[in-house]
């Protein structure tokens, strides 16, 4: 990995701020200005990470392809990139960089969470990965070592721990296009998003000298976290350039792309009416004349099947697209890394664990009802979708409604499948994570095709890092780097 390539961006930034042309500064190289405020990186930073990722709608199986074999739908994936170390991550650490020379703690707060994001994503993906010698081209470090997963785990916690304590909740920060500014909120992401890391090592007893459940419940018990959808960590898209929706005008989503049946039918299950905001109707139903909200008038395709069988589907007028909002809506719903809804399910979760005191349901029926709120508020013309729907009386269908004294696979279960019905181009790998950490809800498989656990690493790594690459496969994967090789996370 070369990570002591400067950031094409960084680099253009300081070009544009460079244009002094007084007395003092007439002899510097304009291309190379050795400050810049932090602002700029910030903006940059947060609209790269928070856009919607497509490829894991497919490994989640909510939507499946018509014109080939997508390897993502079909568990066939191989290895990933490690660009965003060149450019999310650099640009972080320039920011914070910069941040320090003018003594702002909350660019460099903030920048701790943006680091604990892209590692703790990372680190899901592959597994080891460089983390403390990462991003340090410029002292020289070319070639860097790679860090278990547990020390990274650990390692973003604690960088955590100090966002929260040095963020200053007074000060309006400049550039912030998640928040307008308001650092309170930037602090109830990042303490939510502590909540989301340990959540997701359930499978673990320690990371580090944490103790898991301990330390969940510490932050849960005294720490500001996320209290309604406008604490969501979201990214709202404007009808400007570089602004608009990720699918914008995406030609595979008004073509090829169609709805999944198994996720399809979670609603259809519940007559949920989230379901049409997500799909189209199949166009046999609109031919037919029925209404939108009919759900007979909905169907996906066999994510498990070949895609010329569901290419069979599209010719019988019986399958249903992605609604159309998703590429021709340039502004569409806001894209979020963690919502109140997914906080939401996470405390469920705990407290179903026995982590922290209270009523699992409680939190369960929160999460729910933050779902809908969400959806009532961004997607356009929501009457029509929702008019006469009344959340209380859904949360008592017996498909949906939560009993705190089942037993513990059964409240997982249904945690589980209701957030993942949340999560249709949001929160990015987040369904899929959850679906290996818990078997919940249970992924229709080809017979003899497993879920892959991880991304092969990079060729690029083999090229430039093989010493330090293969020492990490020796360590974790007994020397093989497949996709089926379990992570410390998972074991």
């Given amino acids: 990995m070369k990570n002591s390539i400067k950031s094409l961006f960084f680099v253009g ?49 909510m939507m499946i392809g018509t014109d080939g074999e997508n390897t993502y739908q079909y568990m066939k994936w191989n290895d990933a990139s490690f660009d965003v170390y060149t450019s999310g991550l650099l640009n972080t650490v320039k920011m914070m960089q910069e941040a320090e020379k003018i003594n702002n703690k909350n660019y460099q707060a903030i920048g701790k969470f943006y680091r604990a994001y892209y590692f703790y994503n990372l680190s899901l993906k592959f597994g080891s990965i460089p983390y403390s010698e990462a991003v340090k081209g410029e002292s020289g470090i ?124 979670f609603f259809k299950a519940r007559e949920d009416p989230r379901l049409f905001t997500f799909a189209a109707q199949t166009t046999a139903a609109k031919e037919a004349g029925k209404p939108i909200t009919d759900f007979t ?64 349901k409680a939190h369960y029926d929160n999460a729910i009802k933050a779902s809908f709120t969400f959806y009532q508020t961004y997607v356009k013309n929501p009457d029509q979708y929702f008019g006469g729907f009344d959340v209380n009386q859904y949360l008592t269908k017996s498909l949906v409604l939560y009993d705190n004294s089942a037993p513990l696979a059964t409240q997982l279960e249904k945690i589980m499948t209701q957030k993942y019905m949340t999560m249709f181009h949001q929160s990015q790998w987040t369904s899929y994570y959850d679906y290996l950490r818990t078997g919940y809800p249970n992924y229709p498989l080809q017979t003899g095709v497993s879920a892959p656990l991880r991304f092969r690493y990079p060729q690029a790594e083999y090229n430039y890092n093989s010493a330090n690459l293969q020492a990490a496969l020796a360590a974790q994967y007994g020397g093989n780097d497949n996709i089926n090789s379990k992570p410390w996370w998972l074991q």
Avoid: H
Wanted: aromatic share 10%.
């Fill in 13 to 61: 930034l300081l070009a544009l701020t460079s244009c002094e042309t007084n007395l003092d500064t007439i002899n510097e190289n304009p291309n190379d200005q050795a400050s810049i405020d932090p602002k700029f990186l910030l903006t940059y930073v947060s609209k790269s990470a928070f856009q919607v990722n497509g490829d894991n709608m497919y490994a989640s199986r």
């Fill in 142 to 265: 070319t070639q860097p070592k790679y860090d278990s997963q547990e020390t990274v785990m650990a390692g973003i916690l604690g960088e955590l721990k100090e966002a929260n304590d040095l963020i200053n909740s007074n000060d309006k920060i400049e550039g912030d296009i998640i928040y307008n500014g308001d650092a309170t909120k930037w602090k109830k992401l990042i303490n939510s998003f502590r909540l989301k890391i340990l959540i997701s090592l359930s499978k673990k007893a320690t990371v580090g000298s944490y103790t898991i459940a301990t330390e969940f419940a510490s932050i849960a018990g005294s720490q500001t976290l996320m209290s309604s959808i406008t604490d969501n960590g979201e990214l709202k898209f404007a009808d400007a350039a570089d602004s608009r929706y990720t699918m914008f005008n995406n030609s595979g989503y008004g073509s090829s792309l169609y709805m999944a049946d198994y996720f399809i039918n």
């Fill in 297 to 360: 008038g909905y169907n996906g395709g066999n994510p498990t099947s070949p895609y010329s069988d569901n290419a069979a589907l599209v010719a019988a007028k019986n399958i249903s697209k992605v609604n159309d909002r998703f590429y021709k809506d340039a502004t569409n719903e806001p894209s979020s890394v963690l919502s109140y809804s997914e906080l939401e399910f996470i405390l469920a979760e705990a407290t179903a664990r026995g982590w922290i005191s209270g009523s699992s």
